[in-house]
């Protein structure tokens, strides 16, 4: 088979050879959505055969809003305040911060202090000034400690976060 490597190296759009996604990738992971907002138990979602996308997949299509009754029966039946994956820690966080998950405001400190890429921090500090002086409160005091260790990109962003610069 051949690789058109001028295609995908000097060509614009995707070469022929390209491998194509299966629309049906998802279908057990949106149906586990649609249980779960149906009122199902979290545990009887397959969660743990999953891959890293299909994870952020569920954590991403399940309401926005949920109780904390909810939100502590898929922190318990997956981990998701201690996983090791920062890609599913930042989509559970993402869900946590706004229903006011205090369970998960340790994982938002480790999260936020052990790592500074702008693309996770920048959006989970918006979330907790979004929240008002519940989160800002949170926000002021992790970012004491974890500023010195961002990028001057990172900080300058989180800096206007704070500072009220909708523009971040």
Excluded at 48 to 76: C, H, K, M, Y
Excluded at 96 to 105: D, H, K, L, T, W
Excluded at 115 to 121: L, T, W
Excluded at 142 to 151: D, E, F, G, V
């Amino acid at each position: 088979r051949r690789l058109l490597l001028d295609q995908w190296v000097y060509q614009p759009g995707l070469p022929a050879n390209a491998a194509r996604p299966d629309p049906a990738a998802f279908a057990t992971v949106d149906r586990a959505v649609q249980a779960f907002r149906a009122g199902g138990a979290a545990a009887a979602i397959p969660y743990g055969d999953w891959n890293t996308a299909e994870r952020i997949r569920f954590v991403n299509g399940l309401p926005r809003e949920l109780s904390t009754a909810r939100l502590t029966e898929l922190d318990q039946a997956f981990d998701l305040s201690s996983t090791g994956n920062s890609e599913v820690l930042f989509a559970w966080l993402h869900l946590a911060i706004p229903n006011r998950y205090e369970p998960a405001i340790p994982a938002v400190e480790r999260f936020l202090t052990s790592q500074g890429r702008r693309k996770f921090v920048a959006p989970l500090f918006e979330d907790l000034v979004g929240q008002g002086d519940w989160g800002r409160r949170i926000a002021e005091r992790i970012y004491r400690t974890a500023r010195p260790t961002y990028h001057s990109v990172t900080s300058n962003t989180v800096d206007r976060i704070l500072a009220g610069d909708a523009a971040g």
